[in-house]
T-cell receptor, first 109, second 114 residues
Framework: GENVEQHPSTLSVQEGDSAVIKCTYSDSASNYFPWYKQELGKGPQLIID?????GEKKDQRIAVTLNKTAKHFSLHITETQPEDSAVYFC????????FGAGTRLTVKP | DVKVTQSSRYLVKRTGEKVFLECVQD?????MFWYRQDPGLGLRLIYF???????EKGDIPEGYSVSREKKERFSLILESASTNQTSMYLCASSYGTGVGLEQYFGPGTRLTVT
């Protein structure tokens, strides 16, 4: 089955800096890669996703890149703000959806 | 907006008690899921359902059962709660068939078993 590894587990940046979170997956049949943001006391919420026929996708300050050959995908957040502080999860979906262990991002003002 | 609600935000139960966690979604989604979330382990799938009265085991079904009598409601049952089931439980739903479907999550239930 699918195995998803996510790094780093914690990330601390200054407000205005960029943040990058990386994930690798094992199942070459995976074709859907969502990213979720979980704020304190809430359930995960989808922030961006990418499908295997696309290499990069942007939505304002967030972007996701996918390298199918290397089986890795990354979340990029530019111009970080304190409200970006949360736990971020990547996931890979083929026959089923598997989640990474999560990255706790802290943006210091 | 899709809304997924869970019956309790916090729950404290004693070892051996039978525990019911309820999840309701209001968008007529076919698929519903129960995960548990533990630090450093991410989200692990307990059970899922693709239709009413249908259920499939996920990665960690031991000690749990589920019920889906109506399309909008998916219940997770701990037949005899144990301390190692202390965790955050998340319900999710998605629309359609096949793979690659966005999942919508509820706010979670933090269960403590003493």
């Amino acid at each position: 089955g699918e195995n998803v590894e996510q790094h780093p587990s914690t990330l601390s940046v200054q407000e205005g800096d960029s943040a990058v979170i990386k994930c690798t997956y094992s199942d070459s049949a995976s074709n859907y890669f969502p990213w979720y943001k979980q704020e304190l006391g809430k359930g995960p919420q989808l922030i961006i996703d990418i499908r295997s026929n696309v290499g990069e996708k942007k939505d304002q300050r967030i972007a996701v890149t996918l390298n199918k050959t290397a089986k890795h995908f990354s979340l990029h957040i530019t111009e970080t703000q304190p409200e970006d502080s949360a736990v971020y999860f990547c996931a890979a979906s083929g026959s089923d959806m598997r989640f990474g262990a999560g990255t706790r991002l802290t943006v210091k003002p | 907006d899709v809304k997924v609600t869970q019956s309790s935000r916090y729950l404290v139960k004693r070892t051996g008690e039978k525990v019911f966690l309820e999840c309701v979604q209001d968008m007529d989604h076919e698929n519903m899921f129960w995960y548990r979330q533990d630090p450093g382990l991410g989200l692990r799938l307990i059970y899922f359902s693709y239709d009413v009265k249908m259920k499939e085991k996920g990665d960690i079904p031991e000690g749990y059962s589920v019920s889906r009598e109506k399309k909008e409601r998916f219940s997770l049952i701990l037949e005899s709660a144990s301390t190692n089931q202390t965790s955050m439980y998340l319900c999710a739903s998605s629309y359609g068939t096949g793979v690659g479907l966005e999942q919508y999550f509820g706010p979670g239930t933090r269960l403590t078993v003493t």
